[in-house]
Structure formats: structure tokens, C-alpha cells
């Protein structure tokens, strides 16, 4: 790479006039870089004679850092560092490498004496033990003493047929963005007894009830991974998951059954499938690495799929931050989508799920104190209390109006004051807003400010979620909540210019403010979006161990 980069700088030198009078039709026709490159002539690579350090002015090349660090294993790796050789396993290591265990399995014959009254002995007895585990006992012992500890994976001494589909479903993990790996059993060493095969049947039941933990509810903590991350995964727990293949006719379809049931989740999921099919077939490293790193990202978004609640609401509102959008669905139709901003990336719009049950028409502004500290004491020091006067913004104390052009905002205790910007065409919420109370104070509402909708980076908020068409939202929910109450545009706007009014729905709403960066459109093309947060290299990370 030397040489080239030398003999280009000099060729460059070398046509000084002729890039000079061909310089403005270049740009006219923007030239690639690559087509720059190929009208470049090179010698042959025979005429070139090796680089030494003294071409360099120096005594000696100084030890590259690459390749003086430990060979990184991970599929990130710099491809200049070679790896260490590794010995060849011999005869004797394979045959020391179990099979996987379906194949193992398989191998057993019935043996009619392990009856299934002494399997469930000795599951009693393990799961009841002083000084056994105590965390087996307590996650498995509900489940098998509500079933007088008869064994529901084993049956003569070997895996029955449910317990087989059990393990052919979890050993397809991967093609649901999980780690097969995990939920591999641990077989029991030594002679075939009561015991040994009471052991492969909770080894198991354990392995089931994992899969459906992560399957339910994903494999990370969210509320750990972000203070943005308000949501509570609907993690089905081991008696219920194992009570549910239990009492299945088709145990796959079970097992299936624990992951999310919403059709996003199963196009990305196939999506997922389609993807790794690709990267078999690919030839470069380069490539399979690019390829490899995007599903991740895909498997980061699978796992938030399982932090939504399992019902979504046949009707609901669905707001995603990444493509800054509203969408109202019915059943799996969007029924009416408008441009929304969301936070900027200091002031996020949250996660997290809730329901609304009202809007607000001719709304006042109740600032919150922290947009008060962040954005409007700095300006009030410098420009005196006239700033908030002529925003149209009150400020109360004890609830008495008091002239802020008065106060000192540069020492002022800003805690014991609130801040009110009255309903009006300047109001920082518009007409309306809609409302879902929760502790974030997030709503979502119109804004004076209509030109930020016509930006591609929407990411403008302090938190809360402007939208562009408020009063076709509003119409259509009204519909929804209050049918026959003929709540029209023209009937809402006959409203502006008085004081607050609050319309209260019937029945609330559900809405969800998620977070995806890779969606399966109609036509069945992954869309990708901006990670704006960085949540998504959040969720991998944790996933991988903190590997990114």
C-alpha cells in the first residue's frame, strides 16, 4: 500500500495542468472514487522493488500494534492478524465429543422396569431433598407436586415422544434470535436407575422452562440496559410454561407459543431465517461479517419485541421513535399514520406502554421544572424576567401570579415557582393534546411549530411527542372511544379559542411507544432505521455479552 499511495501522490504531482483543465468537468460529473483510481496508470508489480525502512528516513520499521495484540476471536476481528496455529484433534478427541443430546437419546432402549411410579418417586425425592438444590427444587417442585410428580418428558427409562419434540424445538432456538446452546441438557452419567432417568427428566423441564422465560420475555433486564426503558416483560414463569406443554396435543406449537404472538415479531423473525440462508451463501469474509453484524442488530430488535405486552389492543396506537411516526392500528391494519417529532437523544421520548383516556382541547402549558432549569433560566438571567412575559408564560408562587421581571432568575430558587403558558394560537401544545398519564409526563400534542415536520431527523423534543395532523388523530380516536358522539373536525374547532375541555373517552386506548430499528414492510422488505438513542447497540451489546 506504500508504493501505490506514493506513486499516486506523484502522478497527481506530475498532472498538476492536466487536473487543473479537468477539473470543473470532474465535478460536473462527480467523479467515483474508483473511477478515479482506474485512470490512474500503474506499473507492474515487478517494477516495483520492496519498500525499506530507510525510504522512510528510519533505522528500522516499528512493531505494528495489530498484530502485536492477541488474536481476537470474535467475527470483528482485524483480518491482518493471523491466528495462531491449532492442533489437529486426533482420533481419541472425537471420541470423547458427545453427540448432541437428541442423538444420544435416541440411542436408548425402553426399559420397561423404570415404571413410571419409580421415576416419580425419585423426583420426589430430589425435589424435596434437605441439602439438594435448593433453586431446582423451588423452581421445578410446584409444577411436579401439582401433578403427583409423574414425569411428563420420560417414559421406560427414555425420552418419550414429548419430550423428543421438546428437544427438536429448542434445538431450532436459533431461528428465534436465541442461543440453542442454553438450553442444551446435561445427561446423567453413569447407570440407567429410577434416579438417573428422574434427573434427564428435570434437566429437561428446566430446559423448557428457560427456553420460555427467554422466549417470553428476552434474555436481558431492560430497566438495567436504560433508565429510557420502562417496561415490564410478560416472562412466563416454569409452572405455567410447563403446565402449558403439558396439557398440548401439539407440543412444537407449544413451545412456539411462548415466543411473541404479534405478526411484526413473526416477519422479523423470518426475516431472521431468510438472512442467515444468505449468509451461507456468501464467499468473502467481508461480506459474511457485514451480514453477520445485521443480525444482530435484528436479534436486538426480536428482543424487544418481547417487552411488549402479549395484546397489544385490537385497536391501539403505536409510536415509534426511530421512524418518527404515529400509526393507529386495527387488528393488523394502520388505519392512519402521521409525522411525528420525538425527543432528542438528551431528552428521550421513554418506552413503555400505557393507555389513553382523554384529550385536552385549548390546553395550557404547565412547564416542567427541568425544562424550565435546562432551557429557560440561562436566557431569563441574561435577558431579565422579561423573557417568560413575552413567551406568554406565568410564573406562580403559592399560587399567586407574581412579575418575573422582578426576580433575579440567576439566583432564584427555580424549585418554588411554577410556570404556566395559557391556552392560545402561540401555546407550545397547539389545539390539543392527547393524554395517557403516566410518570414520565409524556403526551403526545399539536405544536405552533409545524415546519420541523418536513425534516428527515425528527429527534427535536424535549420528550414529548408533537404531532403533525392532530386533528384527524383526534377525530379518528373519538370515533373509536365515543361512537356516535359525532366528534368532527369542524365540531372541535367550533371549540378553539375558550378555555381547557377535556373530552373523557369510554373505553381507553392502548398506545405504545417503542423502539425499532428494523421493521418488514407490506411488501416483505426489511426496513432500516436509524439507531437514534443507541438503544440497539445497547440491546446487542448485552446480548453478546458486552462484546457490541
Known amino acids: 500500500m506504500h508504493w501505490q499511495s506514493a506513486f499516486l501522490a506523484c502522478a497527481l504531482i506530475g498532472s498538476g495542468s492536466l487536473a487543473t483543465a479537468q477539473a470543473e468537468p470532474a465535478q460536473r460529473f462527480r467523479l467515483a472514487d474508483w473511477e478515479v483510481e482506474q485512470a490512474i496508470p500503474r506499473p507492474p508489480l515487478d517494477a516495483v522493488g520492496p519498500v525499506a525502512a530507510r525510504d522512510f528516513g528510519l533505522e528500522a520499521f516499528p512493531p505494528s500494534p495489530i498484530l502485536a495484540e492477541a488474536p481476537n476471536a470474535d467475527d470483528e476481528a482485524p483480518e491482518t492478524a493471523r491466528a495462531p496455529e491449532v492442533p489437529q484433534p486426533t482420533e ?18 425402553p426399559d420397561p422396569a423404570i ?99 427467554h422466549a417470553s420475555g428476552g434474555r436481558t433486564d431492560p430497566k438495567r440496559l436504560s433508565g429510557y426503558f420502562d417496561v415490564s416483560p410478560p416472562r412466563i414463569e416454569t409452572t405455567a410454561a410447563l403446565e402449558s406443554v403439558a396439557r398440548a396435543e401439539n407440543v412444537t406449537a407449544a413451545i412456539d407459543g411462548f415466543n411473541p404472538p404479534h405478526p411484526g415479531f413473526r416477519r422479523l423473525r423470518a426475516k431472521l431465517v431468510e438472512m ?27 428482543e424487544r419485541w418481547r417487552w411488549l405486552p402479549r395484546q397489544l389492543g385490537e385497536t391501539h396506537i403505536w409510536v415509534n421513535s426511530t421512524e418518527a411516526q404515529v400509526n393507529v392500528v386495527q387488528g393488523t391494519q394502520v388505519v392512519h399514520s402521521t409525522r411525528a417529532v420525538v425527543g432528542r437523544p438528551e431528552t428521550q421520548t421513554p418506552v413503555f406502554s400505557d393507555a389513553m383516556s382523554f384529550i385536552v382541547l385549548n390546553p395550557s402549558w404547565h412547564v416542567p421544572i427541568s425544562i424550565v432549569r435546562r432551557s429557560m433560566l440561562g436566557p431569563a438571567s441574561r435577558n431579565g424576567g422579561g423573557y417568560f412575559a413575552r413567551r406568554g408564560i406565568q410564573v406562580t408562587q403559592g399560587g399567586r401570579v407574581v412579575d418575573a421581571s422582578t426576580i433575579n432568575w440567576a439566583s432564584a430558587n427555580v424549585g418554588r415557582y411554577t410556570f404556566r403558558q395559557p391556552p392560545g ?97 407490506s411488501t416483505g422488505a426489511l426496513v432500516e432505521l436509524p439507531d437514534v438513542y443507541g438503544h440497539n447497540a445497547r440491546v446487542r451489546a448485552a446480548l453478546s455479552g458486552g462484546r457490541g
Open 92 to 109: 481419541a478427541d472425537f471420541a470423547a465429543i458427545p453427540d448432541d443430546p437428541p442423538s444420544l437419546l435416541e440411542e436408548g432402549q
Open 276 to 302: 442467515r440462508g444468505e449468509r451461507r451463501e456468501m464467499t468473502t469474509t467481508e461480506a459474511t461479517r457485514r451480514h453477520a453484524l445485521r443480525e444482530r442488530d435484528l436479534i436486538a430488535n426480536l
Open 115 to 213: 415404571t413410571v411410579e419409580r421415576v416419580a418417586q425419585q423426583l420426589r425425592i430430589i425435589l424435596a431433598r434437605p441439602g439438594g438444590d435448593r433453586a431446582l427444587q423451588q423452581q421445578l417442585n410446584p409444577f411436579y407436586a401439582g401433578r403427583g410428580y409423574q414425569p411428563l418428558f420420560v417414559r421406560d427409562g427414555v425420552v418419550a415422544e414429548r419430550g423428543q419434540a421438546a428437544l427438536t424445538r429448542l434445538g431450532q432456538a436459533g431461528e428465534d434470535g436465541l442461543d440453542p446452546a442454553a438450553y442444551r441438557i446435561q445427561l446423567p452419567t453413569g447407570p440407567r436407575t429410577a434416579e438417573s432417568v428422574a434427573r434427564l427428566e428435570l434437566a429437561l423441564a428446566r430446559a423448557v422452562a428457560l427456553y420460555a422465560s
Open 425 to 521: 394560537t402561540a401555546n407550545a401544545l397547539g389545539r390539543m393534546k392527547f393524554m395517557f398519564p403516566n410518570r414520565h409526563a409524556i403526551y403526545l400534542h399539536d405544536t405552533p411549530s409545524r415546519g420541523d415536520f418536513g425534516r428527515s431527523n425528527r429527534t427535536l423534543s424535549n420528550g414529548c411527542v408533537r404531532v403533525q395532523n392532530p386533528e384527524e388523530l383526534a377525530a379518528l380516536l373519538l370515533g373509536i372511544a365515543l361512537p356516535g358522539e359525532n366528534w368532527t373536525i369542524g365540531r372541535m374547532r367550533s371549540l378553539y379559542g375558550g378555555g381547557e375541555r377535556s373530552v373523557r373517552f369510554r373505553q381507553a386506548i392502548p398506545i405504545h411507544l417503542v423502539y425499532f430499528t428494523m421493521t418488514v414492510d
